[in-house]
């Protein structure tokens, strides 16, 4: 058995599965039925797209987003997108993020009044 830590204000969609059971590679050490266990760590702040899948031993930093159906191999830094099959940073998230996504909301808000 193997923890999995999840931050605060972590969303994820449907069918995302974490994993932290791993087997050896060689087949007959395999067949003797041998397992391991990897902490799965997951930040803050964090967006997990549908259809995810995080591997055993992977951590996830704060202020992260996954695209959905990516297959986390790999461990992804803070502030970043990242997705793919392997999961890959994309690019950092930045203040015209923080810029673009204040704006949507305030629009937002505004239809909501009138």
């Known amino acids: 058995?193997?923890?999995v830590t999840i931050g605060d204000d972590v969303f994820w969609?449907?069918?995302?599965?974490?994993y932290t059971a791993g087997h050896p590679i060689d087949a007959k050490v395999r067949n003797t039925q041998l397992e391991?266990?990897?902490k799965v760590s997951i930040g803050?702040?964090?967006w997990i797209g549908g259809n995810t899948v995080?591997?055993?031993g992977v951590s996830i930093g704060?202020?992260?987003v996954i695209g959905s159906g990516s297959v986390v191999t790999k461990d992804i830094p803070s502030g970043v997108i990242a997705a793919?099959?392997?999961c890959k940073v994309l690019r950092k998230i930045d203040e015209d993020d923080r810029t673009y996504?204040?704006?949507?909301?305030?629009?937002?808000?505004d239809n909501k009044r009138n």
């Open 1 to 3: 058995m193997c923890s």
């Open 13 to 18: 969609g449907p069918r995302v599965c974490v």
């Open 36 to 38: 391991f266990g990897r």
């Open 44 to 46: 803050s702040n964090v």
């Open 54 to 56: 995080i591997n055993p």
């Open 62 to 64: 704060d202020n992260v």
């Open 84 to 86: 793919g099959c392997p």
């Open 101 to 109: 996504w204040d704006e949507q909301a305030r629009k937002y808000k």
